[in-house]
């Protein structure tokens, strides 16, 4: 158990649909991350949020809209989705932002999109 | 610009051999580094990383590595592993300034244990 917690753990979807991945952490970090994982590809970051502010977007297309009302709470709401969207979606927090942090990770949403 | 190179995808082992998995990196400018594991149907967890200090780390489970500048290598080594180790491992660079955000994976190295 590493303190963060995310659901649903798979999750099946149609293109047209809407859906919504949540990650909770309690370890009383300030920072927050979604991850895509892709299989044979290295991890991308897709969003941070320092203090409940999103810091980073890596160029993720709008279909990906993310939200974080508290710094405990990360939301990513999709919709319109591709199959390349499939993947395994990682949550992970931090005390802070700085590259010497270790990050927690969630166990991952498995997404799979028809 | 920095990336990491995990050249290998798989390695399986016998239980209670040595077993080493290879990270090359490359970066512009000073580092840390980190590794990661990957239980089935888990998230990542740390291993170890080096900020600065002795090349030599040592992490959890019995892990350690030893940071190599010269060959800009950070490869990961167990004396004697065991079926419990069976996982996907990840390195990672980051510079040593910035943001988590600059936080570089490789692709994972896939170590599969048996009897």
């Known amino acids: 158990e590493t303190g963060v917690t995310q659901t649903p753990r798979h999750l099946v979807m149609g293109m047209t649909n809407k859906k919504s991945l949540k990650c909770e952490q309690h370890?009383?970090?300030?920072?927050m991350y979604w991850y895509k994982q892709s299989a044979k590809k290295p991890l991308e970051l897709m969003f941070v949020?320092?203090?409940?502010?999103?810091?980073e977007n890596n160029s993720v297309p709008s279909r990906f809209s993310p939200e974080c009302p508290n710094s405990s709470h990360l939301f990513l709401h999709l919709h319109t989705l591709q199959p390349e969207d499939s993947a395994l979606y990682l949550c992970?927090?931090?005390?802070?932002?700085?590259?010497?942090?270790?990050?927690?990770f969630g166990s991952g949403t498995q997404l799979s999109v028809l | 610009a920095q990336s990491v190179t995990q050249l290998d995808s798989q390695v399986p082992v016998f239980e209670e051999a040595p077993v080493e998995l290879r990270c090359n990196y490359s970066s512009s400018v000073s580092v840390y580094l980190f590794w990661y594991v990957q239980y089935p149907n888990q998230g990542l967890q740390l291993l170890l990383k080096?900020?600065?200090?002795?090349?030599l780390v040592k992490g959890i489970n019995g892990f350690e590595a030893e940071f190599n500048k010269s060959q800009t290598s950070f490869h990961l080594r167990k004396p004697s592993v065991h079926i419990s180790d069976t996982a996907e491992y990840f390195c990672?660079?980051?510079?040593?300034?910035?943001?988590?955000?600059?936080?570089?994976f490789g692709t994972g190295t896939r170590l599969q244990v048996t009897l």
């Open positions: 949020y320092n203090f409940k502010e999103q810091t």
């Open positions: 990672a660079v980051s510079p040593s300034t910035g943001t988590a955000s600059k936080l570089t």
């Open positions: 370890l009383g970090h300030n920072a």
């Open positions: 992970a927090s931090s005390q802070e932002v700085t590259t010497n942090e270790k990050l927690f």
């Open positions: 080096y900020l600065s200090g002795s090349t």
